[in-house]
């Protein structure tokens, strides 16, 4: 018995001594002191900033969330505790003085680790590599002569705005504040309540220059693509490493984490993929779910059966109408050549397009076959017909004051038109109050496309503009289609056969002559099939761009279309005061010329038709009208003129600056210019030439090419129509009246009638 007393005394004080033990868990012996305090009290005090810091640390439907966010819970949960998540005013050095503080146990916010801070509070080993990212505005780069091909590192970007007068914005209390004032000291740094109130005082213009994380800027894009529009991300960044901040009273907490962060790292993800993650469009419902939605296929095919009855019931329309007013009518003019046929076309195909955008992919290639054709002819006749005016222009004798007058008339007429293009930006004000919508249709235009800037100033640019004019190999302008080095080739080749000595010259000048008919023949027999290729252009632009853009900037459409009506009244003026016939026959004889350059969108396209016609007029001297039709056409651009001088007033007007009286006047004369450099340009590509007006104003370049582009081509058809008319009109205004007996300069045709 007393034997079986002592064994239960022992048993009794073996497991009181193991009571402990077994109340503390199965580890709970292993673990560091302050962690075993953190379990037992059961809770982890986490310290995030009180700013919203996406994808990082966000509040999203009334829940904390973001990568920080989940991470702590991760790390909560490994613990066996629950997280109490503190947000903490002040920024990110506010959350590092609540944890030096022990405010909390550890903080995280897109944490940037550096040496000042290290002093205060543990640091864990960086989990991720963010970037300082700087954000520029657009107008004060392009005021200060910035080009960001020439920033190609930080030092670079403090050289060029560590200087008086300009100012720099950064989040208030984070780490780039100490940073931005290490590198720009001469500066005023600018404190913004968060990264998007930094991004905003750039866009504003109330800074030139951010610094923000970059994630920061990229869901500031992402949310508004307008901001492009006035700032734009430089190339250079500083590297931002993200860690966690642990209480100094907790050293093996910090410990803990770094195994933690070693074992079970962030999974490797590039920042868009984290932004599209956290904050991307929601995907596609689960398959279990779609049956729960009340059937939606039969709802949408009633919808396009309803699209499908309404666009086949307006093309039935417009057909019949087209039928009883055009076809049916007894007219000299086959009804495909009808201008109404071609407005039809175009206004159907348009509808199509607004309605069945896939169409465009099967309409698209052969209408792209169709203008392949038409562009070309542009060389052969742009040739043909330069060298052949050239030298009736030199050949004749009788031709000196001919000459003068378009050296006096052309200056005249295109200054004219550019002062009216200047004035009327003035009254329209097109850029006025430009929206951020629009903006974003702008940005998102603007990708992909690479407009360059001009080097070094006006000088510069004119010598650049000579190097693309002299060809160094006279095929290689043929075979690229480089029409402004084609038609330096054909002026001095004409003026090399006037001043020939060879008899046979006129010959040569024949050939020249039966090039140009056989191309107008070429041309009037594609026209038959013009209504159809605006039928799938006009299908193909809607499909692509869609209302919105035309409606954005509808304003600039508007006055650059008041700016070129001038140009075809005063052509018809002319017409009629020197031909001396009614406008209706103005009409009849000068209207296809019209409607062939509207719709091919090429004035040089109309040249042959244009010479017929205007030769075969009694009233004026036809050898004059051979050589000055081709040269008023080309060189006196009434709308181009308006176009240069218009769009850099739309373009300062959307930046909010105030062009002085001596500006305006400038950007006049610059426009000549750029006219005289467009010479021969066939497209858009003329557009790019903007560089010259907006280099030495200081307005940014890349903005004003893609608005030119955009309004270019929605009135592109309008430039080249009122082109054609006024080639037209000009060319009668300098030519003499009809000879009693016509010179036989190398024209050996004999008058009409």
């Known amino acids: 018995m007393r034997h079986v007393s002592r ?15 077994l109340g503390a868990g199965p ?43 989940d991470l702590a819970r991760q790390m909560v949960a490994a613990l066996g505790v629950r997280p109490e998540f503190v947000r903490i005013p002040g920024g990110w050095d506010g959350l590092v003085d609540a944890v030096a503080a022990s405010t909390v146990d550890m903080g995280l916010s897109e944490l940037t680790k550096n040496v000042a801070r290290a002093q205060r509070v543990f640091f864990s080993r960086p989990y991720f590599l963010s970037h300082a990212v700087f954000i520029a505005n657009r107008l004060a780069m392009a005021q200060n002569r910035i080009d960001d091909a020439d920033l190609a590192s930080v030092q670079d970007v403090a050289r060029q705005f560590n200087a008086p007068g300009f100012r720099i914005a950064t989040m208030a209390h984070s780490a780039l504040e100490p940073v931005l004032r290490e590198l720009f000291p001469s500066a005023e740094i600018m404190s913004a309540a968060s990264p998007q109130a930094a991004i905003a005082m750039a866009y504003e213009g109330q800074a030139d220059l951010a610094m923000v994380g970059e994630a920061a800027f990229e869901i500031a894009v992402q949310a508004d693509p307008g901001l492009l529009y006035k700032i734009d991300r430089l190339a250079p960044s500083l590297d931002d490493p993200c860690a966690i901040a ?42 279990e779910a779609v049956p729960a939605v009340a059937e939606p296929a039969p709802q949408g095919e009633s919808v396009a059966m309803r699209d499908v009855a309404l666009v086949a019931l307006l093309h039935i329309l417009v057909l019949g109408v087209l039928w009883a007013t055009v076809v049916r009518r007894p007219c000299a003019q086959h009804w495909l050549l009808s201008p109404w046929t071609v407005l039809a076309a175009m206004g159907l195909g348009g509808l199509t397009g607004l309605y069945f955008p896939f169409l465009a992919a099967y309409l698209s290639r052969p209408a792209g076959l169709y203008m392949g054709f038409w562009r070309m002819c542009v060389l052969p006749i742009m040739v043909a017909a330069i060298v052949t005016s050239t030298y009736r222009l030199l050949a004749c004798g009788g031709n000196a004051r001919l000459i003068k007058r378009l050296l006096v008339w052309t200056p005249l007429l295109l200054l004219v038109s550019a002062l009216l293009g200047v004035g009327i930006g003035i009254v329209g004000r097109p850029g006025a109050d ?29 010598m650049n503009m000579v190097d693309t004019i002299v060809p160094d190999n006279l095929l290689a302008p043929m075979v690229n289609n480089e029409n402004l080095a084609v038609l330096f080739v054909a002026i001095f080749f004409g003026v090399a056969v006037a001043a020939g000595k060879k008899q046979a010259k006129t010959t040569l000048i024949d050939i020249m002559d039966t090039v140009l008919e056989s191309f107008t023949t070429m041309i009037r027999m594609s026209l038959y099939l013009l209504p159809f290729a605006l039928y799938a252009l006009s299908l193909d632009f809607i499909a692509s761009t869609g209302l919105e853009l035309m409606l954005a900037i509808l304003r600039l459409v508007v006055c650059l279309t008041l700016a070129f009506l001038p140009g075809g009244l005063l052509s018809l003026a002319f017409l009629r005061i020197r031909l001396g016939i009614p406008l209706p026959a103005i009409w009849r004889d000068f209207g296809p010329i019209f409607l062939l350059s509207f719709s091919t969108r090429s004035s040089v396209l109309s040249m042959p038709i244009g010479l017929e016609r205007l030769k075969n007029y009694p009233q004026i ?57 467009a010479i021969g340009t066939i497209g858009l590509s003329y557009v790019l030439l903007l560089a010259i007006v907006c280099g030495p104003l200081g307005l940014p370049l890349e ?14 058809p309008i430039i080249s129509g009122v082109q054609a008319l006024f080639g037209c009109g000009v060319a009668t205004l300098v030519v003499d009246k009809a000879k009693p007996a016509p010179e036989a300069c190398g024209d050996v045709e004999q008058p009409a009638g």
């Open 7 to 21: 064994i239960v005394s022992l048993s009794f004080l073996i497991v009181l001594l193991a009571l402990p033990c």
């Open 27 to 69: 580890h709970a012996s292993s673990m560091p002191g302050d962690i075993r305090e953190i379990q037992q009290s059961g809770v982890l005090r986490i310290g995030v900033i009180e700013a919203q810091a996406p994808p990082f640390v966000f509040v999203k439907d009334g829940r904390l969330t973001g990568v920080d966010v």
């Open 246 to 287: 642990v209480s100094p009273g907790r050293p093996d907490l910090l410990r803990w984490i770094n195994d933690y962060l070693e074992v079970r790292p962030l999974p490797k993800a590039t920042l868009g993929e984290i932004v599209d993650q956290y904050l991307g469009p929601t995907g596609p419902a689960p398959k």
């Open 434 to 462: 430009f929206s951020k919508e629009a903006q974003g249709l702008l940005a998102s235009m603007n990708t992909g496309m690479q407009a360059a800037q001009p080097d070094g100033g006006l000088y510069d640019q004119l």
């Open 621 to 677: 001297d036809r050898a004059q009208i051979t050589a000055a039709y081709p040269f008023a056409l080309l060189v006196c651009h009434y709308a181009y003129a308006a176009f240069f001088a218009l769009t850099p007033v739309f373009v300062g007007q959307a930046f909010g600056v105030s062009f002085t009286p001596g500006q305006y006047i400038a950007i006049a004369f610059l426009a000549l210019l750029c006219v005289v450099s």
């Open 703 to 716: 903005p004003a090419v893609v608005v030119g582009m955009a309004a270019v081509s929605i009135v592109d």
